[in-house]
């Protein structure tokens, strides 16, 4: 079954808005917690990452928050840009990285 | 640093034939992951090798196998192929287990007709 969940499947922001992507999973053995961001034809790009011990991390204008309690990590990306636009994956996964679990994706459209 | 390379990018085979992917890692890194990407089953993991030994399998049937070499290059190898089995086929690398970042190629396209 899929062990992270991922919400929602399609987001439309306008340009300088935030986009924000929601996962939640169940597994409380997940120790690690990435972002993936792919365009067509590409393979998935690592983005951004997190893992349980923290409750935010930012890398420019990516920001991952996390809540243990509630087993749910966000992606906020702020000042959105055409350049974004793209599909986002979050996972998680067990033991360094390996096997990483990964929700459904969402396809963000930045609009100008 | 090149990235993970993956060959072919492109494939057309037809059913019940079986097919061989490629993989070479990024230069330095040692684990090797393969992942199925399809519009509705999303990614999901194949295998992982490191040191020529597989270390973890995901829920396969055994048409699916791959291996590692010694330099660390990997492929994959589907046999007797359906038509479910066309997908996009990633490979990830890493530096080594203790490691958790994962850096994918771009894919080889299966087509299965």
């Known amino acids: 079954q899929q062990q992270v969940k991922q919400s929602p499947q399609s987001l439309i922001v306008q340009k300088g808005g935030i986009s924000i992507i929601n996962c939640a999973y169940e597994?409380?053995?997940?120790?690690?917690f990435p972002w993936y961001q792919q365009f067509p034809g590409k393979g998935p790009a690592l983005l951004i990452a997190i893992r349980p011990d923290v409750s935010e991390k930012k890398e420019g204008r990516f920001t991952i928050s996390f809540n243990k309690s509630a087993k749910q990590f966000s992606l906020h990306i702020m000042d959105s840009q055409p350049g974004d636009s793209a599909t986002y994956f979050c996972?998680?996964?067990?033991?360094?990285?390996?096997?990483?679990?990964f929700g459904k994706g969402t396809s963000l459209l930045v609009t100008p | 640093k090149a990235g993970v390379t993956q060959t072919p990018r492109y494939l057309i085979k037809t059913r019940g034939q079986q097919v061989t992917l490629s993989c070479s890692p990024i230069s330095g890194h040692r684990s090797v992951s393969w992942y199925q990407q399809t519009p509705g089953q999303g990614l999901q993991f194949l295998f992982e090798?490191?040191?020529?030994?597989?270390?973890n399998k995901g829920n396969f049937p055994g048409r699916f196998s791959g291996r590692q070499f010694s330099n660390s290059r990997s492929e994959m190898n589907v046999s007797t192929l359906e038509l479910g089995d066309s997908a996009l086929y990633l490979c990830?690398?890493?530096?080594?287990?203790?490691?958790?970042?994962?850096?994918f190629g771009p894919g080889t396209r299966l087509t299965v007709t």
């Open positions: 990830a690398s890493s530096p080594d287990p203790s490691s958790y970042e994962q850096y």
């Open positions: 090798y490191f040191s020529e030994t597989q270390r």
């Open positions: 597994n409380t053995a997940f120790d690690y």
């Open positions: 996972a998680a996964s067990i033991n360094s990285g390996y096997a990483l679990n």
